[in-house]
């Protein structure tokens, strides 16, 4: 047998190929961590389609992160306040079961609610909604990717009637023109970025254009970088579109045949001319027009984005407007040419096709659709009317029904939202409030757990087998390759467990997630995202393979979606959309004129539950800082690595000032990765506000409006000596 495990890193929505090994090899040196403890071996699988063999700095040292701090045993305490103590899974599970039980007859279905994770398994994810919104009858599962992908899954849907991104990562090898909006790409997708910058410097002819408020390093690569304003990215599109129309780079003929809504675009197009838009933005004319030239004169632009455009108040508007670039010059169903929608998290994908969202069902279907819950019904043997019409709480909508008592029971699985979500203060107050809090994890502690009652110890990657799909849809089997520590189990054998003592047994009586996937792929049949020719036998021996894999069609190409032109509208139409640019919810003013965004760092991933516990990932990034244009800082009085207190209108935070021009003036970012148990006062979501999009309801978590106090200083800096010192 292969020494080799083969397996996807559990990192970034790229979804890189591994393989496996175990610490001691017969006759072959130990790896050994920098404690010295013997480690597995993780290097990139070369066969793997989506990586070839690459991996970045957080897929290779994954293995250094496995044993430290996990969480072995279940633990319950009554209250808040009181130590945990040890219990066996039958006792947490018991408890678990009264309490849901409970819950039902006093308040209902609704007051239940699970929040889960792009970093599930397919296999966890479905058995979630197959017991939430299937037998308990809550569509209150709702997932991190809210806070993630949703913008570009509201924004597909409109636009093209149904959720997948259309591109495959052959495409960053074939275009003409990268457009990467919103995207710290070299950072955040580094092996896609790989791909793509070899790429880009070997051909000549081909651009890449980055618009995003910060020069990143992904920005330093590019041809033309676009350091808009935060916020003003529909300004930029629609000035783009102004000047396709106005140059005649559009294709007509794609517009006629293809689309619908075309005349109430044009006419939003006539309001950006190019002078507007630059002020708007901030950019010059000629960059406009640079812009809008490469786009128009290259044979194929393939745009990347992730969450500089989702995660804005106007998310799925930016989306829209990305992809009615598209529409207007016929850059979509061919090699090199698409939106193309970064996936955050190794498997949000996975979630997307189980129906991981609070008005999703399994199989790209959704909650307020009639016939799709019916066949859902039908499906799980479950009598019509079981699954509510009505769209599950969003996440937030779980804090705010915290705050209000609606929510009973909230379960949390694989997300650490005492350090992700908007608001910080108001979130662990409303979780304070929770009459009962379980909180799934693989590692303890970690911040969410100080507000849970009951702790169940997850098996993490590597220790479950399951299915994962990564951002050009396709799927890979991960095996597991090691036993969970002791007493934690895959989070779906503790869905199905739950299930059976509910009195579902015969709906969870699966022996292996084989058997979950089985049944799961059966629900896809005739769907956008149709796998029902996909099993764990059939990846096991035809490795990752792409998405639609229909049962009977197992030859169709499925690099690319709409090839044909033919989109899932009830027209096959795809739909431009009509948007004129709102700007930030909350706009910097006399008293907080500076605007913080968010993101992160090549080293960390998140939370850092995992990466915090690498020593080569800690050095690379010791400690939180704050990045702050020179002009602003000499405002301030301050230098590098003085500190600044950091207030928005919900809260504070500090951190040592990083004096760069990497980022504009008026803006200052911070990385998101520095919970309370990783630093003090350095959380970047103290600072955040809740505001969302109204299609998406996902938060603009990209912006917000603060005030910054050297830590010498006692009063804040005010608009008036920040214009003078940018005179
Ligand atoms: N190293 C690392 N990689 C990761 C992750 C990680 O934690 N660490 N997490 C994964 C996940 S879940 C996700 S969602 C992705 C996120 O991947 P990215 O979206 O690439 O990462 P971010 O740093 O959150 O934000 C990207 C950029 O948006 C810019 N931005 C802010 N406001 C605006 C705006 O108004 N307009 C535009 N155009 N740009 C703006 C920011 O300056 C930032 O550089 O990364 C994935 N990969
Ligand atoms: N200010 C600001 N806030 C943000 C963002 C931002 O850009 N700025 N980005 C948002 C986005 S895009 C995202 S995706 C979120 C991410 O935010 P979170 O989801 O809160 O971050 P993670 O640290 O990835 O948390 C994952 C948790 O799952 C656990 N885990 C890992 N594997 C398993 C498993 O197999 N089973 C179980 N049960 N647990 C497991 C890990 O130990 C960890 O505690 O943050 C959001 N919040
Ligand atoms: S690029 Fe993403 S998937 Fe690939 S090794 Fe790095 S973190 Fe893992
Ligand atoms: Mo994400």
Redesign the pocket.
Known sequence: MNEFTKTLCP???VGCGLEASPPAQHGKATNRDSQGTPIWRVRGDKSHPSSQGMVCV?GATISESLDKNRLHYPMVRNSLDAEFRRVSWDEALHIITNRIQTVRLTQGSQAICMYGS?QLQTEDYYLAQKLMKGCLGSNNFDANSRL?MSSAVAGYIQSFGADGPPCCYEDLELTDCAFL?????A???PIVFNRLAKYHKKNRHVKMIV????R?PTAEAADLHLA?R????IDLLNGIAHLLMRENYIDTGFIDDCTSNFPAYAEVIRHYSPEVVAHQCGISVEDLETAAKYWGKSKSVLSLW????NQ?AEGTAKVRTIINLHLLTGQIGKPGAGPFS?T??PNAMGGREAGGLAHLLPGYRLVKNDQHRAEVEDFWQLPRGQISPSPGLSAWEMITGLETGNVGLLWIAATNPAVSMPDLERTKKALLKSPFTVYQDAYYPTETAAYAHVLLPAAQWGEKTGIMTNSERRVTLCQAFRQPPREAKPDWEIFAEVGRRLGFADKFAFRNSAEVYAEFVQLTRHRPCDMSGLSHEVLQAQGPTQWPHPVDDKFRDAKRLYTDLRFHTPDGRAKFAAYYSRGLAEVPDPNYPFVL??????????TQTRTGRIEKIRQMHPQPFLEIHPRDAAALGIEDDDWLEVRSRRGYAKFPAKVTKAISPGTV?VPM?WGSLWADDAEANALTHSESCPDSLQPEL??CAVQLIPISQATPVTTSQLQSSQR
């Open positions: 990192y970034c929505g957080k792009g993630c909006i919103g995207t710290n790409t950072e955040c997708h618009v995003d408020p910060r990143t808009i935060p916020g003003t990215d992730s969450m500089g455009v804005s970064l955050g998290q965004t968010t993101g992160r760092l090549y080293g960390h991933w998140h970012f990765h990209k912006a």
